[in-house]
């Protein structure tokens, strides 16, 4: 419930504001699983990216959204709840597995299940290697995965903004759904699962019009943040 309230106040301000925009929303299944795949290029992702649905999407999020004290971790609960995230830990090993598991269960319930490929915003608004955990899903699950391309949020709301920058209109574009039944009961196999993540960014790269870059987005901050440094001294 709090997640349609959330979204019925969100709705009118966003639209008379940003003035967002949407294609293929009919590409989404008006029932059953679904898991959305997307780009991750801004904070702001988490406003339109499933404004123009008439489904919850659930997401999966850090934990530290969740656990922060005082009354920035208050807002900070209620902002990520209302937007329909559920905590998970990213620390990897075990708690990706349960992270895994938690996904699966969102999906055997019915539901829509959003999730970033990247594992993390991109750090210069191009599109990265995907991780492997959205093919798991897709091949256990057996859901239809539909592309899910955020438009000039990069733009609008970079990484450390804390304010959008307003006469940019965010997009979002769902693609057509992709099949991998021909991957069925595969799911253990590595390769299969990389050709599976390849192929949805592919998808990804093509319906958002990023540069793809074929490394992991978190590779590419530390890089980034190591290069700033050395110039500095």
Known sequence: MFYWVVKAILWPFLHFVFRPWAEGVENVPKEGPVILAGNHLSFADHFFGALFLPR???SLGKSDYFTGRGIKGLLSRAFFS???????DRSGGKASEAALRTGLRV???GSVLGIYP???RSPDGRLYKGKTGVARLALESRAPVIPWAM???FEMMPP???IPKFGI???????????????YGMENDFLVLRAVTDEIMYALMELSGQEYVDKYAASAK???????RENRA
């Open 169 to 183: 209109r965010p997009g979002v574009k769902y693609g057509k759904p992709l099949d991998f039944s021909r991957y």
């Open 107 to 109: 999906l055997n319930e």
């Open 222 to 228: 530390i890089e980034m943040i190591r290069a700033a």
């Open 56 to 58: 919850k999407v659930i």
């Open 82 to 88: 209302g937007v329909g995230t559920v905590p998970i």
């Open 118 to 120: 990247e594992g993390t």
């Open 160 to 162: 450390g903004r804390p």
């Open 151 to 153: 438009v000039n949020t």
